[in-house]
């Protein structure tokens, strides 16, 4: 059974480039979350897919937009690049966004570097 | 808004010592999470609870609902167990994401 998985590991981009992120879900499981973790930080939550829309959203700007596929696969867009997005994006997965327990399993996470 | 601290930032113990990290959080949750980071990224879920105790081999975490806090334990460390421990909570029911603490630096050594 394939855990979560994350494409690319490692991407270099400059200023003001886009970006985008994939990220396939564990089996069975519906909902994908996105996290950015900048260096010697906990991970911040950017936001969340089920049912191919956006459920929820933290704190970041309309720069950071996504997508989930009917598979249940999703994709993190990033646009106009700054040095501070530079960080480790981690995407996870669970079962059904109206679970209580709310169980997630992380995928490896992409290193975006941006120069 | 959830704030997640924890306690200590950094710890380095002896082989075979007791562990203790500390989590606590400001407003009433759902779930926690405690979760284990190696170099490279990965995150590997340990436990998720909402009440009482949970034990997995070597680790036991604890949670007290009216205090706001819950510790990790590590009973006979060993330098495997080296890693980031963090903690992260739901706070409330459904699809809201994690909120996470800054994590705990363990590192045991030999």
């Known amino acids: 059974d394939a855990g979560v998985t994350q494409s690319p590991t490692h991407l270099i981009k400059t200023r003001g480039q886009q970006v985008t992120l994939r990220c396939s879900p564990k089996?069975?499981?519906?909902?994908v979350s996105w996290y950015q973790q900048a260096l010697g930080q906990g991970p911040q939550f950017i936001f969340q897919y089920y049912e191919e829309e956006e459920r929820q959203r933290g704190n970041f700007p309309d720069r950071f937009s996504g997508h989930q596929f009917p598979n249940y696969s999703s994709e993190l867009n990033v646009n106009a690049l700054l040095l501070g997005d530079s960080a480790l994006y981690l995407c996870?997965?669970?079962?059904?966004?109206?679970?209580?327990?709310?169980?997630?399993?992380f995928g490896p996470g992409t290193r975006l570097t941006v120069l | 808004k959830n704030e997640v601290e924890q306690s200590p930032q950094n710890l380095t113990a002896q082989e075979g010592e007791f562990i203790t990290i500390n989590c606590s959080y400001s407003v009433g949750i759902s779930a926690l999470h405690w979760l284990q980071q190696h170099p490279g990224g990965g995150i590997v879920s340990l436990f998720m609870l909402s009440s009482g105790k949970k034990k997995h081999g070597r680790l036991i975490a604890t949670i007290n609902i009216q205090e706001k806090h819950s510790s990790l334990h590590i009973t006979a460390s060993h330098p495997r167990d080296s890693a980031v421990y963090i903690c992260a909570v739901n706070s409330g029911g459904g699809a809201d994401g994690l909120t996470f603490g800054k994590g705990t630096h363990l590192i045991i050594q030999p």
């Open positions: 089996s069975g499981h519906d909902t």
């Open positions: 996870a997965s669970s079962l059904s966004w109206a679970s209580f327990y709310n169980e997630q399993f």
